[in-house]
């Protein structure tokens, strides 16, 4: 069955930081990558996703994230990050044979002014 | 462009009553999820309709939770009876065609069973 990882379900960083999260997910087979993320009280938003092409790709409010096909990962990196960037960052995975969008638990980030 | 539509936002209630939540999708958007989150957890999918047909419910308790999509537009999950294991939140969302492009959420039902 597929599975999504995310290595840390709470990271603490200050304004300014250079910010890293990690996915990983498992299936063997042609996949669509996406990161959503929850801002405080709102809904979850699209923040980038992966179907083909360069992996390395660019999302909104400064974010990229890079698919590493040989390690089934789709890191979440930001350079700087701001008071703003407070959230809960999800990580899923769709499998091109189904479409069935499989979830990870969630990063919750919060930056300390 | 209006977004999706959930109400109610919080529900509580205690264990074996019924509850009903209702979502209204984009309009146009074909396909309407309904995911249930635990806290501490990733959303859980629930039901997955395409127009008024259910494509996947492989993971709704059937027992006690029934969803439908009357005419294709907007949709209601139903669980009768509640149990203390059921407080989540159901988010509902929508996307154009379900072939695995961005999905647009609802703000969510935040239920506590008591």
């Known amino acids: 069955a597929q599975s999504v990882s995310q290595h840390n379900h709470h990271v603490i960083l200050s304004e300014a930081a250079s910010l890293e999260l990690g996915c990983n997910y498992s299936?063997?087979?042609?996949?669509?990558l996406f990161w959503y993320v929850q801002y405080p009280g709102q809904h979850l938003q699209l923040l980038l996703k992966?179907?083909?092409?360069d992996p390395l790709v660019k999302g909104i409010k400064g974010f990229e994230a890079e698919f590493i096909k040989s390690k089934f990962s789709f890191n979440l990196r930001k350079p700087s990050v701001q008071w703003s960037d407070t959230a809960e960052y999800f990580c899923?995975?769709?499998?091109?044979?189904?479409?069935?969008?499989?979830w990870g638990a969630g990063t919750k980030l919060i930056i300390k002014p | 462009e209006a977004g999706v539509a959930q109400s109610p936002r919080y529900k509580i209630i205690e264990k074996r009553q019924s509850v009903a939540f209702w979502c209204n999708p984009i309009?146009?958007?074909?396909?309407l999820y309904w995911y249930q989150q635990i806290l501490g957890q990733g959303p859980k999918l629930l039901i997955q309709?395409?127009?008024?047909?259910?494509?996947?419910d492989s993971q709704l308790p059937k027992d006690r939770f029934s969803a439908e999509r009357l005419k294709g537009v907007d949709s209601t999950l139903k669980i009768q009876p509640a149990k203390l294991e059921d407080s989540a939140v159901y988010l509902c969302?929508?996307?154009?065609?379900?072939?695995?492009?961005?999905?647009?959420f609802g703000s969510g039902t935040q239920l506590s069973v008591l």
């Open positions: 969302a929508s996307s154009l065609s379900g072939t695995g492009e961005k999905l647009f």
């Open positions: 309009s146009g958007h074909a396909t």
């Open positions: 309709f395409q127009n008024n047909g259910v494509v996947d």
């Open positions: 299936y063997g087979g042609t996949v669509n």
């Open positions: 992966y179907f083909s092409g």
């Open positions: 899923a995975v769709n499998a091109r044979s189904n479409y069935q969008l499989i």
